[in-house]
């Protein structure tokens, strides 16, 4: 293996017991991990696990409360960004940050262009130097062409290009593929195995299984800011990474009870009440179809990034689609219209809960209604009365707890504005609701109030469509699982098909008779 | 549980700063009365309190549609282009009928939110460049309808808008309390004045929640618009002349001021419809003391400019989410 011969040196990059605290959490708890040059070292783990928190510490743009970082050897403090960057470790970022109206050899030249005489910039040996450095990745392009012109994937690699070229001894691909389409992966791949035979130490951080095992050496696990695993991807299976991320015993035998859910009771519809077919979204979904009956629980599971939020989103119309229908009771919905979705009884519990859901400026009271004009108005005239008797029956509802429905919403704790946009939801009376992500961010006993809810608004006959990237959410709350990957539906759970292993196999693709059954 | 510790804990840590954000305006008109009551001769005398409304009340006007505009998160600089805009429809209708002025200078108000709305709505242009547009080519438009020259305007029912009282009080106030009414009420409790907040407070909420987030933008610069336009039909029928290179010019920033210092923030989500009739006469009061006083109106300008800092300064929490 190409690996072994670098391992008896010491680390390019080791990070030595780091922490790092925000007010309230602790983002990243004593991670340790070495990062060997002419190593490709994945770091993986769900939303909140701690990867960008552990990027910014190395790269400079935090400072760590607890532990070293020793480059070389040597441990290493940087003030900032530039400081880190001019010692040898560079980051290339999601968002490509060059400049799109330069050329490409002015982008790699940037700050560091030759100059003539009079530090006139020599533009002829610029472009030289560029096409030359470009070639030994295997790419070759006019370099005179302004960067915006050239496809998103050779912008990609012009960033990592320029990256190593300033000598970097470690460099950071924060999710390098997720623009990429897949022949421009392969490429990608192609100039990160040449820096790896260049003894660059590569961190690579991706959700995609299969980009991992294809291109990585060694995987770092991080569940809620600490490290759970560290070692060379061929000692691991898909389904032991999976369940590693996940915080789950691989073959873990499942257990019922850790939820408040009870799908006891439930009888869902035979018809069902919404279906969506086909939904396609060019990098996003591709050919999700799905439906929901009365009384129903659907459950979406999937890692970050599988097109769960996505599916609703474009099922709701927040997303345009390239194709695909959504029907309700029999009807086709409008695509790209929420104000439509409302109206047919659509609602959708939006995943990220201060930039989507709540208005901070206005009341409780008002943040309750919001959706309810068409009941609360005659005439476009609120009634007062009205609005108090839906707020109040809905704070009673769900619990709600507050010292004045006048209050100011930024003033509630995280569960209870949860609570608020679900009361916002079923104020206008929806029949299918769709919730991404209703218990994330909660404390516990708002978690548990919130399973008990969902629970009674499928025996009321709502029908649910239920994201979560807690498994436990999903396979308990659920009485169809729908798995998805890569934007795709690819695996189908019914009754007592569903368990955190059989939605685990599926995430991991592992080949299980019982759980390929679309 | 924790849930219930927090508000209060929030309430006591602002204080202060609370006090003068919600309350600061009405003191400070407050203690400016007070204060000219004493020092300024004949400041209580009926044709200086009729003069002073008469000079606020298209300011005030202005002010009420910028307050919604502002609340949506949106700005409208182009409220002074619209009045001069307005006051050259007048001047080309007025022979006809002075009605039919009136009625085009409204339908040009009409046209002129149209526009900024659809491009702030539709095109997705921040609405400071949007109206930008209209507060370039607007008064040139006025302009050229007029040939560029003051018109001097005689007809006895535009005159009697400018001149004549109702119980001792200037028709033009007059219009600004019903207006400030108005838009109070639509602010308050109407499901329109809600989803402009709501707009102003978070879009993508608003559009989650599937409000109809476009027609409600289009529509609040439609009515800044027409409040501007009628704003330019006062001033044109008080002087008796329609003069498109003066009429209107700055007010978008005594408007702005006016509202910014009654409580209303620039980053939208609020609206508060008496701070805003209470900034825009602070403001006039300003001024005017400080004339009165013997300021130069440069140096008046300078204190303008200060009240704004101070109150934007205040507002500066309320942005934070």
């Known amino acids: 293996m190409v690996t072994l011969v670098s391992r008896n040196t010491q680390p390019a990059l080791q990070a030595v017991g780091l922490t790092k605290r925000f007010p309230g959490v602790t983002a990243l708890d004593s991670v340790s991990i070495d990062f060997h040059a002419g190593e490709v ?95 030994r990745y295997g790419i070759s392009i006019d370099v005179r062409k302004p960067l915006g012109s050239v496809g998103v ?32 992966v392969e490429q990608l791949f192609r100039v990160i195995r040449i820096l790896r035979d260049d003894n660059v130490a590569l961190l690579y951080v991706s959700h995609t299984m299969d980009e991992i095992f294809e291109i990585c050496d060694q995987v770092s696990v991080l569940r809620d800011g600490s490290l759970v695993h560290t070692g060379p991807v061929s000692d691991i299976t898909r389904l032991q990474l999976v369940a590693t991320m996940l915080g789950r015993e691989a073959r873990e035998v499942r257990t019922s009870g850790k939820t408040a859910f009870n799908i006891e009771g439930r009888s869902p519809g035979s ?77 959708l519990l939006p995943e990220d809960r201060n930039a989507d859901g709540i208005v901070p400026t206005m009341s409780v009271r008002d943040n309750i209604t919001l959706a309810a004009n ?9 009634s007062r009365a009205k609005v108090n008797n839906l707020v109040n029956h809905y704070v009673e509802r769900l619990q709600i707890k507050l010292t004045d429905v006048n209050q100011s919403v930024a003033e509630l704790s995280g569960g209870n504005q949860q609570k608020v946009l679900l009361a916002r939801l079923l104020c206008f009376e929806p029949e299918v609701v769709l919730l991404d992500e209703p218990t994330r961010g909660i404390d516990v006993g708002a978690k548990a109030e919130i399973q008990g809810l969902i629970d009674e608004l499928a025996l009321d006959g709502l029908a649910v469509i239920l994201i979560s990237s807690e498994l436990e959410d999903v396979v308990e709350g659920s009485n169809r699982v729908l798995v998805l990957r890569d934007g795709a539906v690819v695996g189908a759970l019914v009754g007592d098909q569903i368990s955190e292993e059989s939605v685990m196999d599926i995430i991991a693709d592992v080949k299980v008779d019982s759980a390929v059954s679309t | ?104 200078a409204l339908v040009a108000g009409v046209v002129a939110g149209l526009l900024n709305g659809s491009l702030v709505a539709f095109l997705g242009i921040q609405p400071i460049v949007a109206t930008l547009g209209l507060f370039v080519a607007g008064r040139g438009v006025a302009l050229a309808f007029t040939n560029g020259r003051l018109v001097e305007i005689f007809d006895p029912t535009l005159e009697a808008l400018g001149r004549e009282r109702l119980l001792g009080i200037p028709i033009s106030a007059v219009i600004a309390v019903i207006l400030a009414i108005a838009i109070a009420v639509v602010v308050r409790r109407t499901s329109f004045g809600r989803n402009i907040i709501a707009i102003g407070g978070n879009r993508r909420a608003a559009v989650g929640a599937g409000l109809p987030v476009r027609p409600v933008i289009v529509s609040v610069y439609i009515i800044c618009g027409v409040l501007a336009a009628l704003a330019g039909v006062l001033v044109t029928s008080r002087s008796a002349a329609s003069d498109p290179s003066f009429v209107g010019l700055l007010i978008e920033l005594s408007a702005i001021t006016a509202v910014v210092v009654g409580g209303t923030p620039l980053t939208g989500g609020r609206v508060r419809v008496l701070g805003t009739v209470a900034g825009a006469l602070l403001m006039q009061l300003v001024f005017s003391t400080l004339i009165r006083h013997d300021l130069s109106d440069s140096d008046a300008r300078m204190v303008q400019a200060a009240i704004i800092v101070a109150a934007v300064y205040f507002q500066r929490d309320r942005g934070a989410r």
Do not use: C
């Not at chain 1, 912008?155 to 691909?173: E, N």
């Open chain 1, 374 to 382: 068409r009941s609360v108005a005659k005439w476009g005239f609120v």
């Open chain 2, 1 to 104: 549980m924790t849930t219930l510790a927090r508000p209060t804990q929030l309430v006591s840590s602002e204080g202060a700063g609370t006090f003068i954000r919600e309350k600061g305006v009405y003191l400070a008109l407050g203690a400016l009365v007070i204060f000219n009551l004493i020092a300024t001769p004949n400041f209580a005398s009926l044709r200086n309190v009729q003069l002073q409304l008469v000079q606020v009340s298209p300011v005030v006007i202005v002010a009420l549609g910028m307050a919604l505009v502002i609340g949506s998160e949106g700005i409208d600089l182009s409220v002074g282009a619209t009045m001069a805009l307005a006051a050259s429809m007048v001047s080309l209708f007025v022979d006809r009928s002075p009605w039919m002025a009136i009625g085009m």
């Open chain 1, 153 to 184: 994937a050779i912008q990609q690699m012009i960033a990592i290009v320029r990256a190593v070229s300033t000598d970097a001894k470690v460099v950071i691909l924060d999710e390098p593929t997720s623009s990429l389409e897949p022949n421009e």
């Open chain 1, 41 to 135: 070292h994945a770091v993986v783990g769900e939303n909140g696990a701690g990867k960008s928190t552990l990027i910014k510490l190395i790269n400079g743009v935090y400072r760590a409360d607890e532990g070293t970082l020793i480059l070389d050897g040597s441990p290493v403090e940087f003030a900032g960004p530039r400081e880190a960057w001019e010692a040898g470790i560079s980051t290339t970022f999601q968002e490509i940050n060059l400049q799109p109206f330069l050329s490409v050899a002015q982008n790699l030249h940037l700050g560091r262009e030759p100059t003539r005489r009079f530090g006139f910039v020599d533009v002829r040996r610029m472009n030289t130097d560029a096409t030359e450095l470009l070639a």
């Open chain 1, 271 to 347: 018809e069902p009440i919404l279906s969506a077919s086909g939904l396609t979204r060019f990098r996003l979904l591709s050919d999700v179809s799905l439906d929901v009956s009365a009384g129903e629980v659907v459950g979406l599971a999937g890692l970050l990034g599988s097109g769960r939020t996505e599916t609703v989103e474009s099922i709701f119309g927040l997303i345009d689609l390239d194709s695909g229908t959504v029907t309700m009771n029999g009807s086709s919905v409008k695509a790209g219209s929420p104000t439509t979705s409302v109206q047919r009884g659509i609602g």
